[in-house]
């Protein structure tokens, strides 16, 4: 891939971002694994640090944040596109019975409102590990029974996108859909914005400092 960002270079005087290069290596290593065992879609390396997706695609990261006392969860969803530009929030309060359930629930109302924006590229990201694999294997999983079936009407919803890919960050790197969450658990009912919230403003504005101190060529 290297070799071919050089090629570009030297033949079409076109530069490659380094956030196009990443991606791309990713998903030649999602090909690869692919050919070996084509039953088997494995999740590709994460990144420590919030990256924007490649140009023709979007972002959305989720989490859910859970009090065990009242089943009380919040969801957030933060959409951002390839120039690491926020283009909308979603807030969701919802009762249910595990932290996990309430995972498994941001990631079905991640697909669910990618298809509504009637987005085509999408990359969803999400900090709990248990859900993105279930998402991205097929090999069999302990997770209960609730938590299931959010994740197999996500997967059904699958066929709505050109291209759909799951990734597993750590919770640092998520940080804005942390904060949402957070919100959305103390809030009386679901909101959806297309102007930033003012209390992530700091924590978007973080990420788009790691993006701009990326090396431009």
Not at 31 to 58: A, E, K, M
Not at 66 to 93: E, S
């Amino acid at each position: 891939m290297i070799w071919k960002s050089r090629c570009r270079k030297l033949f079409d005087n076109q530069d490659w971002h380094p956030v196009n290069l990443i991606y791309e290596v990713f998903r030649y290593i999602k090909l690869y694994n692919l050919d070996r065992n084509p039953l088997v879609t494995r999740p590709v390396p994460h990144s420590t640090i919030w990256l924007p997706p490649p140009h023709d695609h979007w972002k959305i990261n989720f989490d859910a944040s859970y009090v065990i006392n009242n089943h009380q969860a919040g969801i957030g969803l933060v959409l951002r596109d390839f120039l690491g530009m926020c283009r909308g929030v979603r807030m969701i309060l919802a009762r249910l019975q595990s932290s996990e359930e309430a995972e498994a629930k941001a990631a079905l109302e991640a697909v669910k409102w990618g298809i509504s924006l009637q987005l085509q590229k999408i990359h969803i990201e999400g900090d709990a590990q248990i859900i993105i694999n279930y998402l991205t294997t097929t090999t069999n999983s302990s997770i209960g029974w609730r938590s299931k079936a959010h994740l197999d009407e996500a997967r059904s919803l699958f066929g709505n996108y050109q291209s759909i890919f799951f990734f597993y960050v750590p919770r640092l790197v998520n940080s804005v859909a942390d904060a949402l969450a957070s919100m959305a658990r103390t809030s009386t009912s679901e909101c959806s914005l297309t102007e930033v919230p003012s209390f992530i403003f700091d924590v978007l504005n973080s990420d788009s400092a790691t993006i701009r101190a990326l090396p431009t060529a």
